[in-house]
């Protein structure tokens, strides 16, 4: 493959291709079809006894989706990947393939409202307990281990207050119990942050932010090593979370552009997050980029970039919050991050909504709280935007 042992963005472009010898098309096609047809019995039993590579039925295996597949196993370090319908139908398939009735699992209150929802309400109902401990709290997280645990569960950052999990120090102690380790890392995409690398177990994305990029295609990613997936893959085929051949072919136009966007979002994240930290109207900024953020040191450890997701807290109330929001022009009002528009939300009202009040100050989700999720704009426009949303308040 060319792109071994090159750059990112040489692999982003390249990896996992095989151009068409027939017609030389540069850009891999779209099959976009949901069954192959055999030549001949002895053929179909071949593949089906996977003595011979093949496809049969798409949601078993397409090859849009494992071109797509394979370029992220290598974007990601990953021996090999899957992908999956959303980021929530890769969640759950992880889950459900690493974990059994009267199985324990270790994860953390700041999670993304899915995961929570699907750890709280759909896990106990199948036997299998989940204890949330405080994201930055590796004790207490090391004293939630039980017996019976099966999977670490963490994401890094966390949504909206970008909290880090010392990536490095939960796999060891994974390693140490023999518990899997899953990483949900969408909110740095493999450009910042390869959870692999520090000996992470299994890495997941919602591919409907960053991967995808473009506001677009939902889809979901996981990578591990390939007797794992070769296991997830069994149980997508049970669960049906396939992507879809068109949308694979957009996550794989999206993942091209992978590394440049990254680049774009990482410096509009300092560039927001500076002209924030100096706003008089600011109260408090959370941005792993910041020397100010309390785990700064994690984030030059373990991350290249620090992403384009910026939250702060504004001097003020809801009502206050609301007009800020409400007045901003260029960014959208609108959930969802790591496209090319700029997207704001105050979480109280969007992600955090259905969240008690109680939980919601556990959080640190105040009222003020408004979460910035920036596209690839001018930051000059950006911040000319937020100045006369500013201007409002
Ligand atoms: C959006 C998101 C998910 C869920 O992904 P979908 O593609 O919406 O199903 C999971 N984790 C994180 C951190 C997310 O931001």
């Not at 959303?86 to 459900?96: K, N, V």
């Not at 299994?202 to 996981?222: M, Q």
């Not at 528009?341 to 259905?354: D, G, I, M, R, W």
Request: charged letters at 25%; glycine letters at 8%.
């Amino acid at each position: 493959m060319v792109s071994k042992g090159k750059g990112f963005s040489t692999k982003a472009v390249h990896a996992g291709e095989k151009r068409d010898p027939s017609t030389g098309a540069v850009v891999a096609p779209i099959y976009e079809t949901s069954v192959f047809a055999f030549s001949s019995t002895r053929e179909l039993i071949d593949v089906m006894s996977e003595k011979a590579e093949g496809y049969i039925y798409t949601r078993y295996g397409n090859p849009t989706v494992r071109t797509v597949e394979r370029k992220m196993a290598e974007l990601e370090g990953a021996e090999d990947v899957a992908v999956f319908s959303s980021g929530m139908a890769a969640i759950a398939t992880t889950i459900f393939t690493l974990v059994s009735s009267g199985d324990h699992v270790v994860s953390t209150r700041d999670l993304y409202g899915g995961t929570l929802a699907f750890f709280k309400d759909v896990l106990p109902k199948l036997g299998v307990e989940v204890s949330l401990v405080e994201a930055t709290d590796f004790d207490e997280m090391k004293s939630a281990i039980r017996e019976n645990t099966k999977v670490i569960y963490a994401e890094t950052p966390t949504n909206p207050t970008l909290k880090l999990v010392d990536v490095s120090k939960v796999a060891k102690l994974g390693k140490k119990k023999g518990i899997t380790v899953v990483v949900d890392s969408t909110f740095a995409s493999p450009y910042n942050l390869k959870p692999i690398q520090f000996g992470v177990d299994v890495v997941v994305h919602s591919a409907t932010k960053y991967l995808g990029g473009h506001n677009d295609v939902t889809a979901g990613v996981v990578g591990g090593c390939e007797s794992f997936v070769q296991k997830l893959k069994e149980m997508r085929k049970h669960l049906g979370g396939t992507l879809d051949p068109l949308a694979a072919w957009l996550l794989l136009r999206g993942l091209k552009t992978l590394g440049l966007r990254m680049e774009r979002h990482n410096f509009n994240g300092m560039r927001v997050a500076r002209y924030l930290e100096k706003h008089s109207k600011v109260k408090r900024v959370y941005y792993p980029g910041l020397p100010i953020h309390p785990q700064y040191s994690i984030a030059k450890r373990q991350m290249k970039g620090f992403g384009g997701v910026v939250s702060f807290e504004i001097d003020g109330d809801f009502e206050t919050t609301m007009k800020f929001v409400d007045n901003l022009r260029l960014c959208f009002l609108a959930a969802s991050l790591g496209g090319t528009e700029t997207l704001a939300t105050q979480p109280v009202t969007c992600s955090h909504y259905f969240i008690s009040a109680e939980d919601r100050k556990k959080a640190g989700i105040t009222d003020q709280l408004v979460r910035l999720a920036l596209g690839i704009e001018d930051p000059e426009d950006i911040i000319a935007d937020l100045e006369q949303a500013f201007n409002k308040i």
